[in-house]
């Protein structure tokens, strides 16, 4: 049968007797066209359309009715290439996505600073405000305290009477308590499932199950901040975690530490608070015990872990630098903390117990400690100085 005979007959037909109807010549046109393509049921609907074309009389209100049926085609290949529609589609899938961290340049005319952007924490010392207070030298650190430990003369201060979250600083009290309780070195502890489940996360590479003795462990949460280490020394306390978090805090008052407060034995807790003035104590306590003073300064120790021989590190980067002569050290960090440090340091052939409080980081917590450093001694030059003239 030649190709749309039938239909094509019944199309020109409709068209021949309904010319009243039909009087636009695009629409029989239309109707000729889809006999010879489409099946009657299309057919029937094209009429329809065409029907509804030849409506308007002016050839100006059947030019838009006309893309109608053009736009209810399904798209080709060729119709999505259009710039403009594949522009649409993009920003329709990008506010409908999940938003990402992308960097956009500032509207113009707005200020924006130039200082380098900070790890994403906001510590406790950032949201009262202490970073931006002056001192007689310029730190990032919220809370810093400079002392002479021989004369007990504060040399340099910055919010010193702040009680700030101390994060691992926490482990020299930690330390201290268990070295008061007399209790055996050499006594092996067991790492247990309820030294994993702290208040923070925190990697450690003591596993469950995993023996050390009470002394590894104490050198381990001294030099290398071990958490897990410090809750199972806690934890093995006589009377457990409760005894051991009230002997904490019996210490800190009878040291004279005033403004501070225990809560656990690891840092990981923000309940954890003192003062650089309470600090200052602390240290120079502690630096009293021949045992704090070696762990806590050790640059590294081989350790036994599972059956394995693994290196820890010191996380003071001071510890390795031949440029200090450190006697304590203690590094500290949690987001309500920011980046924390003590020691007690020979500087200028003086002892000094340094503090400090949130730093913004690490790097900046280490330029804090050398801008120290410098200060010192030219003040010791100064006031040399002053002397001889």
């Not at 113009?108 to 007689?136: H, W």
């Not at 913004?360 to 450093?373: M, T, V, W, Y």
């Amino acid at each position: 049968m030649e190709k749309g005979g039938p239909l094509r007959a019944h199309c020109i037909h409709i068209s021949r007797g309904n010319s009243k109807f039909l009087r636009n010549a695009s629409a029989a046109l239309s109707c000729l066209v889809v006999g010879w393509g489409l099946g009657p049921a299309s057919v029937f609907a094209q009429s329809g359309a065409s029907a509804e074309r030849a409506a308007p009389k002016t050839s100006a209100a059947a030019k838009p009715a006309q893309a109608k049926p053009a736009q209810a085609k399904p798209p080709s290949a060729t119709a999505a290439r259009p710039a403009k529609p594949a522009q649409n589609t993009a920003t329709t899938r990008s506010a409908n996505s999940p938003k990402k961290n992308v960097a956009r340049a500032p509207a113009q005319g707005v200020r924006t600073s130039k200082v380098k952007a900070e790890p994403g924490y906001n510590s406790m010392g950032t949201r009262l405000g202490l970073r931006s207070e002056l001192a007689d030298l310029s730190l990032n650190s919220s809370a810093v305290m400079v002392m002479d430990q021989a004369s007990g003369e504060v040399l340099l201060e910055k919010n010193a009477d702040a009680a700030l979250p101390i994060a691992s600083i926490t482990k020299v009290m930690t330390a201290m308590v268990v070295l008061d309780a007399g209790q055996p070195l050499d006594e092996s502890i067991v790492i247990a499932r309820e030294d994993t489940q702290l208040e923070k996360y925190s990697a450690s590479r003591l596993k469950v199950g995993a023996s050390f003795t009470r002394g590894e462990l104490l050198h381990l949460a001294l030099m290398s901040s071990e958490n897990r280490a410090a809750n199972a020394l806690g934890r093995s306390y006589p009377g457990g975690l409760p005894a051991f978090v009230i002997a904490m805090n019996d210490k800190a008052w009878a040291l004279g530490m005033t403004s501070s407060t225990f809560v656990e034995p690891t840092g990981l807790s923000s309940g954890n608070v003192a003062s650089p003035r309470d600090l200052a104590v602390l240290v120079n306590a502690a630096h009293h015990i021949p045992l704090i003073r070696d762990y806590s300064t050790d640059r590294d120790a081989v350790v036994r872990v599972g059956g394995r021989q693994q290196q820890f590190k010191n996380t003071n980067a001071l510890t390795r630098d031949d440029n200090w002569d450190i006697g304590l050290s203690k590094t500290g960090f949690i987001r309500d903390a920011g980046k924390c440090l003590v020691m007690q340091a020979r500087l200028d052939q003086r002892d000094v117990i340094i503090v400090m409080l949130d730093a913004e980081g690490s790097a900046k917590r280490l330029a804090d400690a050398e801008r120290i450093r410098r200060w010192l001694s030219i003040e010791r030059d100064r006031q040399a100085s002053a002397v001889r003239s």
